[in-house]
């Protein structure tokens, strides 16, 4: 199956979520549902969809990871880097993760989201 991919999140306070996502991280913004959805591009394929809490729909999400792989150590730190100048607080500097080969970070949405953002010491990984 040749798709496109989309994630959705269900945020309390949906402006605090827009600002996070667009200004923060930077994502686009593609399109905006009346019921109460943006969806933001978070790469080629690859889509994000902040929508309001509804009641078989709460916010949180533990255990989920939004993972952002990018192609180098680089631009690893420079998301480290852009994220801290937005205020968004991280898990520390950028850094080695032996057991799964990556240079990664961590932080939270508003909501409490773990979003990630890494690269593969192995830049033959299948995913391009």
Same mark, same amino acid.
């Given at each position: 199956m040749?798709?496109?991919?989309? %994630? =959705?999140?269900?945020? %309390?306070?949906?402006?605090? #979520? ?5 200004? @923060? ?9 009346? @019921? ?5 591009? #978070?790469?080629? #394929?690859s889509?994000?969809? +902040? ?7 709460? #916010?949180?999400? *533990? ?12 631009? +690893?730190?420079? *998301? *480290? @880097?852009? =994220? ?15 057991d =799964? ?18 690269? =593969?010491?192995?830049?033959?990984? *299948?995913?391009?």
């Amino acid at each position: 199956m040749d798709s496109r991919q989309i %994630t =959705f999140l269900y945020a %309390t306070d949906l402006d605090a #979520s827009r600002r996070f996502y667009e200004e @923060a991280i930077g994502l686009e913004l593609v399109q905006v549902q009346e @019921a109460g959805c943006r969806i933001y591009r #978070s790469g080629p #394929s690859s889509f994000l969809g +902040v929508c309001k809490t509804r009641p078989d729909r709460p #916010s949180g999400g *533990a255990g989920v990871v939004i993972c952002f792989v990018v192609e180098t150590e680089a631009a +690893v730190d420079e *998301a *480290a @880097a852009k =994220f801290t100048a937005a205020g968004v607080l991280t898990d520390g500097d950028p850094r080695w993760n032996g057991d =799964f080969d990556i240079y990664h970070f961590y932080c939270r949405d508003p909501d409490g989201y773990a979003l990630e953002v890494q690269c =593969f010491k192995d830049r033959n990984w *299948a995913g391009d």
